[in-house]
């Protein structure tokens, strides 16, 4: 079944610990991109790649990392968290750029 | 911010009856897409339209594209009680890179 795989589904965890959160495609899809979403914001663009070893910022990537070492996994990394990083949190890949986006189901994160 | 908006922030109809929602942007772009989510559950691409395209179908959904207005609307007919959840429009860049979301319309269809 074609899908897109985050990893935890729901995380609390403390200000400053670092966490990563896992994102994996089986689509063999070369865009990837995570999201965050927050209550009246709708969604905003963290960070986007178009392809292995190519990553470039969104709307809102401060205090994010990301990397793409592999077609299939895109993982997003809190170094420090602090509470404002507290959200819900989607992966998505596409084919390509311009294309659908499939979305993951979401990781709901708490920094306290 | 380039993010988009959709109007009316909520709606509620009766099951049968058709919904409008529409979508403004502010900049030009490679393409709009519709997305819909069921609460608190992953986005659904419904349809993308092309800056280059006016109208689109799928099923029971049509969605025009004004980039003169920087406007989209998305109308689902002859709506069902399944057809509740929140809609979305993203719009791609230019280049197609990124993407900007609306904040999306509640729609509310009661059976």
């Known amino acids: 079944e074609a899908q897109v795989t985050q990893n935890p589904r729901y995380l609390i965890t403390v200000t400053g610990k670092k966490l990563t959160v896992t994102c994996s495609q089986n689509m063999n899809h070369e865009y990837m991109s995570w999201y965050r979403q927050d209550p009246g914001l709708g969604l905003r663009q963290i960070y986007y790649?178009?392809?292995?070893?190519?990553?470039d910022k969104g709307d809102v990537p401060e205090g994010y990392k990301v990397s793409r070492k592999e077609k299939r996994n895109f993982p997003l990394i809190l170094e420090s968290p602090s509470p404002n990083q507290t959200s819900l949190y989607f992966c998505?890949?596409?084919?390509?750029?311009?294309?659908?986006?499939?979305f993951g189901p979401g990781t709901r994160l708490t920094v306290t | 911010s380039q993010q988009g908006e959709e109007d009316p922030q909520a709606l509620s109809i009766q099951e049968g009856e058709n919904a409008t929602m529409n979508c403004s942007y502010k900049?030009?772009?490679?393409?709009l897409q519709w997305y819909r989510q069921n609460s608190g559950r992953g986005l659904v691409h419904l349809i993308l339209i092309r800056s280059n395209e006016r109208e689109k179908h799928s099923g029971r959904l049509r969605v025009t594209l004004d980039t003169s207005k920087k406007s989209s609307s998305l109308l689902i007919t002859a709506s069902r009680a399944a057809d509740t959840a929140s809609y979305f429009c993203?719009?791609?860049?230019?280049?197609?890179?990124?993407?900007?979301f609306g904040t999306g319309t509640s729609l509310t269809v009661i059976p």
């Open positions: 790649s178009m392809n292995v070893e190519v990553t």
């Open positions: 998505a890949s596409a084919s390509g750029a311009g294309y659908e986006q499939y």
């Open positions: 993203a719009t791609g860049s230019n280049t197609g890179n990124q993407f900007y």
């Open positions: 900049t030009s772009i490679n393409n």
